[in-house]
Structure formats: structure tokens, C-alpha cells
């Protein structure tokens, strides 16, 4: 169960607690992220909104080890990712995370299968291996007859699912998207956040989701607000279809 | 390599940049390869000289002659163990531009002497029962389409009138660097049919010595022998012989080295610029890598490989082509006898490009590698 109020016990996934973001633009100190407390499980699909500036991507980043926090502790799957050294950071990421961009961030020069691949390249599989992985990724996103097309062969709709693929590939433990829809059409963001309800729901994964969109927002299980550097809790998904009942 | 797609794949995203530094590198290194081949020859008498091996020539000049009375007062000295001579003949063979080189040497003893020149002993033999007999290397033969038993009329410059030989012998080359565009006869025709003012004169003498510690003081005991004599003599190591005759071309190994140095630098700038670009070019690509758990170090070894790729495949093509261009041996028909590319100076062409490569790429890599993952996907 998601919580906010910093009183989650110690089987959640992940664990936050009195996470400061601070930034230094100029002479100006901005403080992004405060004291902020958050407990996600295994499996919880969590979508993260608030306006443009709130500390949304921020807050993906620092969970997702791209980033430090001024201060305040960030505890994945038993690890604390707050004190590790960039390489290790750098090798955490690696077993588990998988992101998912706005802009797909596809390696224009590398094909389907070999954006797909590249998680894999850190990983002690053999090609046969890595090429039966990269095929099932592929073909859970639907895209296994194009995993030869360059990206710029392929529409919006298809490079994000070829990134949802690269993302899931190595199995990580959780998948952080950053406004996975915001590039897309209506109808193939509808299909976006079909597949990553899909991965929740028949495969277990667990999503961190930043987006403007309420409709993408309202596949969460639950809906958290960020304002003013502070996370507030918003609808779950049972009060939802209370509400619409 | 299971990263050999992600390095092809970036190194070619754009091709024409590519190649165009492939090419610039390709440039460079064929101009140093065949910069390295005419220093080459201009020195590699130098580096192929016998180290047993002393010239004597005339003090005033090379070109004064030394009496062949020499020879024998040479011998007598402690430390020689053989010793013979050679006149420069410097006839022309149907054309002057036919350059090459023609030499009236002492028949017993000028082969045993050069053992670097191979001959077969029935050729060696019908050259010595033939008076107006010739020996004549490979490279020669193959340049005038010569065979044994041809006749070859030489126009005398310094001695005059026509002289008609035959060739009896064809010489090869032990090295692939050995001067293999020489013309022997015999020394007795040249003295037999020339007028007395050059009778019993000799244009330089070689000697052999028994012990290489001794040359030094052979040398100075050879130029005290014939000290205050009419024919004084100038004795050096074959080796620094063959060096004050390349310096007579001028400092060429200098500007040699002055011209590779701008051009190797130039190319630094052109490959760490192209490179430089490169890396702006796809910020967020390696930023996408470090998000999905590449390392700094990997990136860096990225752009560096890059770097290094372009560096190897224009260094290889750029001294092949050199290497193919001097295949064919002197274009100068007998000016620069040693025109050879080694594989030595192939080495050190190909080590040069690489040293360019990695300096050049040091930069962007490192640029790369401190690449702020946040701030970089944030770039539109």
C-alpha cells in the first residue's frame, strides 16, 4: 500500500524518508522536494502529477538514482541508493531500473532490437540469450516483426513501445516513467498505458508514473500530488469506482 | 565484441563526416610514408653500411684519385683483413636521364668484400673470362629489359668515347633495402683502354677489418701512412661515409620532420574537432546509455574506441597505399636506389596515427564521461 506520511512499515519496495531537493540558480536557492516521505510495495502502480515545476521529474530522478538528494534517505528493494559512489549507482541502476522517457530516447543508429539489447550488453548473457530476452520484451510490447526497423521507421506509438521494451528487458525492479504519453496522440497513448497497466497487472511490475495527463494518471492504483515540494495523497483507485458507481 | 555493433553503429551515424576523416587520416599517412621513403633513401646507405667495412678516399675530394700502389701498403697494415677498389665511371646509357651507377672494380677481391650482393659463380666466372664483361644488379636488368649476354654501349663522360659491354652477370640484393642498381666491370679494361694520365689510379679503396673495436685506430693509422705524401688519404666507417654523402642533399631528415609535424598536428585538430562534434551531436544518446547503466569509464572508452577506429582504418589505408606506391621501386630511375617502404617505418606510421587518435579523442571522451545525465536528457 502507497503512503505518504512516512509511517509505511519496512516491507515496502521503496522507502523515502525526509527527501530534500534543494537547487542553486544564481544567487537564488530553490527548494524543490521537502522532507518528503514515501512508501511504495511490490506491484503498486503509483502516478505522480502536479504543474509544470513541482519536482516531479525530480523527485523520478532521485528515485531512479540519476540524481543525489540534498538530504533525506531513499531505501529500494533493502538498498540505500543515497550514499552509494557513482559507479555503483551507475551498476544499481543497471539491475534495477527501467525508464521510460517522454521522448522515447531511442539510439537513432541502433535498431529495435539493439536499443532493446543494450541493458543486456551489461549483463553476462550470451548473445543467444540476450537474443531470446530481446525477443520476449518485444514481443510482450507487440513489435517483435519490426525488431529490425531503425527508430525513424517506426511511428511515436512504436518507439515508446520499443522503449517500454528496453525498460523491461533486463527485468528490473521497477519501472519510473516520465510522461511515457506526452508525445503521443490520444489513441496511442491509450495503448501506451494499456501496456504498462498490462505489465502491472499480468506480470507484476511495479510503476512510478510522472504525468500531466488524468487520464494516464487515473490506470495508477493510487494518485499522488506534488506541490510545493511536498507529496499529497489523492484518489486510489477503489474510491475511483466508488465514485463512478 | 559484443559492443561492436554500438561503436560501428555510432561511428558511421554520419557517413560522409566519416569518411572524410578516414580520408584525412588516409592522406596523412601516405604522406608520411612516403616522406619516410625519400628520408629513407636519402640515409639508408647509412643504415645498411658494413660495420667492418672503412673508405678511403682522396683528402682533397672524392673525386681525386688515390695510386694503386695502395692497395698493397694497406694490407700490410695490422688489422686490415682485405681490402679492394672501385672507380666511378659515369657514363650515360642512351640517355642522360638513364641515370645509374657504373663502377670499375678490382676483380678478385670487390665481391668477397660485398657479400650482401649475391651472384651465382658461373655467372661470376663467364663475367671474369669476358674483358669487356659487366655485372649487373636485378633492379637494373628489370629497368632496361637487360638478360645475359646483352650487349650495353656506355657513352664515357669522364672517359671519353664508347664503351661496349656485356653482360655476364645479374646480381641480387640479400635485403629488400640493398642497392641492387649497380654496374661493375672490370677495373683492368678501364686502365687498359683509358689514356696514362689515369693509369694506375684508383677512385676510392675499402677495407675490411678484423676486429670492429680496431676501426677507429685503423683509420687514423691508415690517414698517418700516407700523411705528407702527394695522395693523402681520408678514411671514415663506411657508415659515416655514407652519411656525409646524404647530408650533401641537404638536412632532409629535418625537413622531413617539420612538414610530418604540421601535418600530424593539423589532422589532431581535424579528428578532435570532428569528434567534439560528434559527442554534442548525441548528448542525450549517451546520456540514455549512463540512465541504463553504462559506466562513466564505458562511455569514455566509447569515444575513445571511436576515435580510435577512425584513426586505424585511415592509418592502414593511407600506408597501403604508400606501401603500393613504392612497390614498384625508384621512380626516379637510379637517384634513389634504397626507395623502400620498411616495415618498420609502417609500424611507426600506423603508432603515430594511433597516438593522433586517442589525443584526439581524449577530449570529447572525456567530455562524455563527465556528461550530466540529468541536464543532458533534459536537452531538446
Known amino acids: ?245 | 565484441m559484443k559492443y561492436s555493433s554500438l561503436i560501428l553503429s555510432n561511428l558511421f551515424r554520419k557517413k560522409i563526416r566519416t569518411l572524410l576523416t578516414i580520408g584525412s587520416f588516409a592522406v596523412a599517412l601516405f604522406l608520411f610514408g612516403l616522406l619516410a621513403v625519400v628520408h629513407g633513401a636519402f640515409n639508408q646507405g647509412v643504415d645498411i653500411a658494413g660495420a667492418d667495412r672503412l673508405v678511403i678516399i682522396n683528402k682533397v675530394s672524392i673525386i681525386q684519385p688515390l695510386p694503386v700502389s695502395y692497395e698493397e701498403r694497406l694490407l700490410r697494415i695490422p688489422g686490415i683483413k682485405s681490402a679492394t677498389h672501385a672507380n666511378w665511371f659515369g657514363g650515360v646509357y642512351q640517355d642522360e636521364r638513364n641515370f645509374f651507377a657504373q663502377f670499375a672494380v678490382e676483380d678478385e677481391s670487390y665481391r668477397p668484400m660485398f657479400p650482401e650482393f649475391v651472384i651465382s659463380d658461373d655467372q661470376w666466372k663467364a663475367y671474369m673470362s669476358d674483358r669487356e664483361g659487366a655485372i649487373v644488379g636485378a633492379e637494373l636488368a628489370k629497368r632496361f629489359k637487360w638478360k645475359l649476354g646483352d650487349r650495353i654501349p656506355i657513352k664515357g663522360t669522364i672517359f671519353q668515347g664508347t664503351w661496349d659491354f656485356n653482360v655476364r652477370g645479374i646480381y641480387q640484393g640479400k635485403r629488400a633495402q640493398d642497392d641492387a642498381a649497380q654496374f661493375w666491370f672490370h677495373y683492368k679494361y678501364l686502365e687498359e683502354r683509358e689514356n696514362p694520365f689515369w693509369k694506375g689510379l684508383v677512385g676510392w679503396y675499402t677495407v675490411k677489418v678484423a676486429n670492429l673495436d680496431d676501426s677507429v685506430r685503423i683509420a687514423k693509422q691508415i690517414d698517418e701512412t700516407f700523411a705528407n705524401s702527394p695522395w693523402e688519404t681520408k678514411t671514415d666507417t663506411e657508415k659515416a661515409f655514407a652519411a656525409s654523402f646524404a647530408k650533401q642533399a641537404g638536412n632532409i631528415g629535418f625537413l622531413i620532420m617539420s612538414i610530418g609535424a604540421v601535418v600530424f598536428f593539423t589532422l589532431l585538430l581535424v579528428t578532435g574537432n570532428t569528434m567534439a562534434i560528434a559527442v554534442r551531436e548525441r548528448v542525450r544518446d549517451l546520456a540514455v546509455l549512463k540512465a541504463v547503466g553504462f559506466s562513466d569509464v564505458f562511455v569514455l572508452v566509447l569515444v575513445l574506441a571511436e576515435s580510435l577506429l577512425i584513426a586505424a582504418i585511415g592509418g592502414a589505408l593511407g600506408l597501403g597505399l604508400a606501401k603500393l606506391l613504392t612497390l614498384s621501386g625508384d621512380p626516379t630511375h637510379g637517384m634513389l636506389p634504397f626507395f623502400y617502404l620498411s616495415p618498420q617505418t609502417i609500424v611507426a606510421g600506423f603508432s603515430v596515427a594511433l597516438v593522433v587518435g586517442v589525443v584526439a579523442g581524449l577530449l570529447p571522451a572525456i567530455t562524455a564521461m563527465k556528461l550530466n545525465v540529468v541536464a543532458a536528457l533534459r536537452r531538446v
Not at chain 1, 549483463?123 to 516483426?145: P, Q, W
Open chain 1, 1 to 245: 500500500m502507497v503512503r505518504v506520511d512516512g509511517g509505511g512499515n519496512g516491507s515496502s519496495l521503496v522507502r523515502v524518508r525526509g527527501l530534500d531537493k534543494k537547487y542553486q540558480r544564481g544567487s537564488e536557492e530553490i527548494h524543490v522536494l521537502q522532507g518528503l516521505n514515501l512508501d511504495v510495495e511490490a506491484g503498486d502502480f503509483v502516478a505522480f502529477m502536479g504543474p509544470s515545476g513541482s519536482g516531479k521529474t525530480t523527485l523520478l530522478n532521485l528515485l531512479g538514482g540519476l540524481d543525489l538528494p540534498s538530504a533525506g534517505t531513499i531505501v529500494v528493494a533493502g538498498d540505500e541508493i543515497t550514499h552509494l559512489s557513482g559507479r555503483k549507482l551507475t551498476e544499481w541502476r543497471a539491475r534495477h531500473v527501467g525508464f521510460i522517457f517522454q521522448m522515447y530516447n531511442l539510439i537513432p543508429v541502433l535498431t529495435a532490437f539493439q536499443n532493446v539489447e543494450l541493458p543486456l550488453l551489461l549483463t553476462k548473457l550470451s548473445k543467444a540469450e540476450r537474443r531470446s530476452h530481446v525477443e520476449v520484451a518485444l514481443e510482450v510490447v507487440g513489435l517483435k516483426d519490426r525488431m529490425r526497423h531503425f527508430p525513424r521507421q517506426l511511428s511515436g506509438g512504436q518507439e515508446q513501445r520499443v522503449g517500454i521494451a528496453r525498460a523491461i528487458v533486463a527485468d528490473p525492479t521497477f519501472l519510473l516513467c516520465d510522461e511515457p504519453t506526452g508525445d503521443l496522440d490520444r489513441k496511442s497513448a491509450d495503448e501506451i498505458m494499456d501496456l504498462i497497466d498490462r505489465l502491472v497487472r499480468e506480470h507484476r511490475k511495479t510503476v512510478l508514473l510522472v504525468t500531466h495527463d488524468p487520464m494516464a494518471a487515473g490506470r495508477a492504483h493510487v494518485v499522488l500530488h506534488l506541490d510545493k515540494g511536498v507529496l499529497v495523497e489523492g484518489q486510489r483507485a477503489g474510491d475511483r469506482a466508488g465514485a463512478r458507481s
